[in-house]
Nanobody, 121 residues
Framework: QVQLVESGGGLVQAGGSLRLSCAAS????????MGWFRQAPGKERDFVAV????????YYADSVKGRFTISRDNAKNTVYLQMNSLKAEDTAVYYC??????????????WGQGTQVTVSS
């Protein structure tokens, strides 16, 4: 089992940057696919970015491509989300998640408690 704790959220002006971190427990972090999702008020939770266990594969939602960067440090059991050129529509609770390869996020993933990101326009 994996426990995830996000940090780094906050209030930022449009055009600014934030870096989210997600610290994972356990000794098998390097075997998990890690992802970031977000949920705005009144909306469903949406995919933001994912990174494979070896960092070779990184994929992004179209809405954040070119502005956000996902990375991981397996030695520190941590995954990051660097968010640049933030927009008001990026305002949401951001969740870190972990899953085994080929498993489903919703039914087999582990989730953090979320961190609020608010972008003022």
């Amino acid at each position: 089992q994996v426990q995830l704790v996000e940090s780094g959220g906050g209030l930022v002006q449009a055009g600014g940057s934030l870096r989210l971190s997600c610290a994972a427990s356990g000794r098998t972090f390097s075997t998990y696919v890690m992802g970031w999702f977000r949920q705005a008020p009144g909306k469903e939770r949406d995919f933001v970015a994912v990174i494979t266990y070896d960092s070779f594969g990184r994929y992004y939602a179209d809405s954040v491509k070119g502005r956000f960067t996902i990375s991981r440090d397996n030695a520190k059991n941590t995954v990051y989300l660097q968010m640049n050129s933030l927009k008001a529509e990026d305002t949401a609770v951001y969740y870190c998640a972990a899953k085994r390869e080929k498993m489903d996020w919703k039914t087999s993933g582990y989730w953090g408690q979320g961190t609020q990101v608010t972008v003022s326009s």
